[in-house]
């Protein structure tokens, strides 16, 4: 339903869809994620749920909480699996990584629509981060081009964060395996509701 829309169409169809919603069961199908970000974003109250096709084409149906949670789950289903050989584990990294800067982007556009900010100009904002550390910037500090001062501020405000971040760059680029893979993804799921909590929907 939003192929082809830009940001402020795309919000214009969650604000009508949540309208609808409030006397009628609305679903909406699709592979495009901007409809449920800009769900998200808004805060609209929606239940997403995930077509997951498996092994010998069984299919899952998965209920996803947010972007952030989508992420974490899939970091998870591979750091818990077993007999993984260490060239899979790889993925964890960037799985991880990916969920940061959804965490990022969601607290962003949280702040942004708070201060009164247009969908589209929220959405041009966070077009702008291309690496972690810009993100983490844009969120804590609220300028993507201060990535340089985030590991300082990360020491002061969140010191056992700094590995975390550290191990998703490095990790996300092949440069080194965990150790515990586990531990690893708990710290940054801590990380990615410190940056944006969870809220109900």
Known sequence: PVQAMDPSKVEGLARVLERAARERQVVVLTHDTRLADAVDYLGIRATRIEVVRGENSSVELRRVHDAVGRYLDDARA??????LPPEAARV????CRQALEAACALAVTRRMLHEG????????AVAKPTTLKMWLALALLKDADRGG?????????????VDIVEDCNRG???SRLLRDMKGFVNGVEKLAREIAPATDG
Do not use: C, M
């Open 78 to 83: 591979v750091a818990y699996s077993e007999g």
């Open 92 to 95: 964890i990294p960037g799985f």
């Open 117 to 124: 900010k247009r969908y589209d100009e929220v959405q041009t």
């Open 149 to 161: 001062d985030v590991a300082d501020y990360l020491r002061r405000q969140h010191s056992w964060a």
């Open 172 to 174: 996300a680029h092949g």
